[in-house]
């Protein structure tokens, strides 16, 4: 005998019909992981791509696929990139906010975003880049930074741990010194845009102008790379003032260095009389021990020496005798 599968009713499938409705009534929502929507005013593709630019945006979007890898939010007015929502794109290769309003980004800000290679936060209103900014960005390639005039302050350490950096651009903004011990190290770069700030030449500066001047190969617009002060040396090429620089700030000394010679030699004035004195104590001590050492032995040295003559005037007065009862 066969088992015939039952077939569902027409009431079953009206319960499953008018299901979505009642979880969305119950106040459940799909999880975003699973959900195929899209912001509002967005566009997404089947290739995790979701473009959002030109669509006067005040706020970061909400409700975007937890899959997405390029994200272009360019020409909009994003004041902030909210860590809480941006870091659960873990998947993000591409994030594009150029042209808002930015005005503070941080260490937390990209704090998931391992797989991240390219970012671009050009023409917005970034004042400071703080200590690891970028740092937990280990895969990233390319930085695009420019054209934010009130930046006048990036850490020397904003940049540590980005080992796959290969293009940092820092063009046109109000820059006019940058540490550049942590682009020393960074083992991948190989192109710097340092063009349109204000770069101080002085020597404060001049670890930066050596390095222009060595690595001239790796700056874009390198031209357009000039001094905005001192007053002599403006429009001046910062690859042109390295060395003149180097000359004119190891020249003469400073009112410091004068001070550190004199402190050093107080230390060693100092420490040559402490040490004359103690030797003379030294010789001191020594020669009144060998002093004392002679007076104990001298008396013993007597005594030897008295015995010693008394046994030899015994034996020649032995031998006189001997020769006058021979005669």
Request: hydrophobic share 45%; glycine share 4%; proline share 5%.
């Given at each position: 005998?066969?088992?015939?599968?039952?077939?569902?009713?027409?009431?079953?499938?009206?319960?499953?019909?008018?299901?979505?409705?009642?979880?969305?009534?119950?106040g459940v929502t799909p999880s975003p992981a699973l959900s195929p929507g899209c912001p509002d005013r967005c566009v997404c593709d089947d290739q995790l791509v979701v473009q959002c630019a030109g669509q006067h945006l005040t706020a970061f979007p909400a409700d975007l696929p937890l899959a997405t890898r390029q994200l272009i939010l360019s020409n909009n007015r994003i004041a902030e990139l909210p860590p809480l929502q941006l870091n659960y794109l873990s998947d993000l290769?591409?994030?594009?906010?150029?042209?808002?309003?930015?005005?503070?980004?941080?260490?937390?800000?990209?704090?998931?975003?391992?797989?991240?290679?390219?970012?671009?936060?050009?023409?917005?209103?970034?004042?400071?880049?703080?200590?690891?900014?970028?740092?937990?960005?280990?895969?990233?390639?390319?930085?695009?930074m420019t054209d934010n005039p009130a930046l006048s302050h990036v850490h020397p350490d904003a940049f540590s741990e980005c080992a796959a950096l290969q293009v940092l651009d820092v063009s046109r903004n109000n820059l006019t010194a940058l540490n550049v011990s942590s682009l020393v190290g960074l083992p991948s770069l190989r192109s710097v845009g340092l063009s349109g700030n204000p770069w101080s030449c002085e020597c404060d500066n001049e670890d930066l102008c050596l390095w222009v001047h060595v690595e001239g190969f790796k700056f874009q617009d390198e031209g357009q790379t000039v001094c905005g002060t001192p007053a002599d040396m403006q429009g001046r090429r910062l690859g042109e003032v390295g060395l003149p620089l180097r000359t004119r700030c190891h020249q003469t000394l400073g009112s410091w260095d004068y001070l550190f010679f004199i402190a050093i030699g107080f230390v060693i004035f100092a420490a040559g009389t402490v040490s004359a004195w103690v030797m003379g104590v030294v010789m001191v001590l020594y020669e009144r021990y060998i002093k004392k050492k002679d007076e104990q032995v001298d008396p013993e040295d007597g005594e030897e020496m008295g015995g010693t003559t008394a046994g030899a005037r015994g034996s020649h007065g032995n031998g006189n005798l001997k020769l006058t009862h021979s005669v």
């Open positions: 005998m066969r088992l015939v599968a039952p077939q569902p009713s027409a009431r079953s499938l009206r319960i499953l019909a008018v299901l979505p409705l009642l979880v969305l009534v119950a290769v591409y994030l594009d906010c150029s042209n808002n309003s930015l005005t503070e980004v941080s260490e937390s800000t990209f704090g998931n975003l391992r797989k991240l290679a390219y970012l671009d936060l050009s023409f917005n209103t970034l004042a400071r880049v703080e200590d690891r900014t970028f740092g937990p960005l280990s895969g990233l390639v390319m930085l695009r």
